[in-house]
C-alpha cells in the first residue's frame, strides 16, 4: 500500500501513463491468485469517484487489478450523501490515500443539464447537482466538465467532517481529474 496520499496518487497517474503507452501490467498478474487473497478482504490504495459512463473503465484506465481502487460510480460523477459515505469509508475504514473525482469528455450528464430539456425517469435529478458548473463555465461543455469535477471534489473536502479530518491529518488527498477519450489520458485539475 502507498504510504503517503502523494505516492498514492503517483500510482495512479504511473499506472494511466502504462495504459496511455499500450504497456499495462495488470494483466501479467494472476487473477486466481488475487481473488484468493482479496476474498476475505481489500486494501485499496485509491477512491475513485467516476461517471457511470461505459467509456470510463476506472481500473482499466489506471492500469489496477482486483482490490487496488475503490470505484464509486454515478453519472455526472457527482458528489451526494450516499457517495459521501461510500467514499469516507474506503477512507476512513479500508484505507485509501487519494480520492479522485474522476470526469471525462464528453460527458452525457453534464451536456444534458446545458440542454436543460425535460428527460423520463429521474434523469433530471441530476441536474440541480451539475447546474453549478454549467453556471460557472457559461454552457461550454468541456468547461463545465472540468468545473463539475472541481466543484464535486471541493464538496468531498467540505462535507464530510471525516474527510476533512483525514485531510487536515495529511493522511489523504483529493484531487479532480479529467479522462480524455480519445487519448486515454487522465489529467489533474488545478
Known amino acids: 500500500m ?6 498514492a496518487l503517483q500510482r495512479l497517474l504511473d499506472g494511466n501513463r502504462r495504459f496511455v503507452e499500450r504497456k499495462p501490467t495488470l494483466y501479467r498478474q494472476d487473477l486466481a491468485v488475487l481473488r484468493k487473497v482479496t476474498a476475505e478482504r481489500q486494501e485499496p490504495f485509491a477512491s475513485v469517484l467516476a461517471c457511470a459512463d461505459s467509456r470510463v473503465p476506472v481500473e482499466l484506465v489506471f492500469d489496477q487489478s482486483i482490490g487496488q481502487v475503490f470505484v464509486n460510480r454515478i453519472a455526472g460523477n457527482i458528489v451526494t450523501s450516499e457517495i459521501i459515505a461510500s467514499i469516507e469509508f474506503g477512507a476512513a475504514v479500508l ?3 487519494v480520492i479522485m473525482v474522476l470526469a471525462h469528455g464528453n460527458c452525457g450528464a453534464v451536456k444534458a443539464t446545458i440542454d436543460g430539456k425535460a428527460a423520463p425517469g429521474q434523469i433530471s435529478a441530476l441536474y440541480r447537482y ?4 454549467v453556471n460557472q463555465a457559461g454552457g461550454d461543455l468541456r468547461a463545465a466538465i472540468e468545473a463539475n469535477a472541481r466543484i464535486q471534489a471541493q464538496l468531498l473536502k467540505e462535507s464530510s ?3 476533512a479530518g483525514l485531510l487536515e491529518n495529511g493522511k489523504i ?3 479532480a481529474g479529467f479522462f480524455d477519450l480519445e487519448t486515454g489520458e487522465v489529467t489533474l485539475l488545478a
Not at 502507498?2 to 505516492?7: G, I, N, R, T
Not at 451539475?130 to 458548473?133: E, K, Q, S, T
Open 161 to 163: 467532517p471525516v474527510l
Open 173 to 175: 488527498a483529493v484531487v
Open 2 to 7: 502507498a504510504e503517503s496520499p502523494e505516492e
Open 130 to 133: 451539475i447546474r453549478p458548473a
Open 95 to 97: 484505507g485509501t490515500r
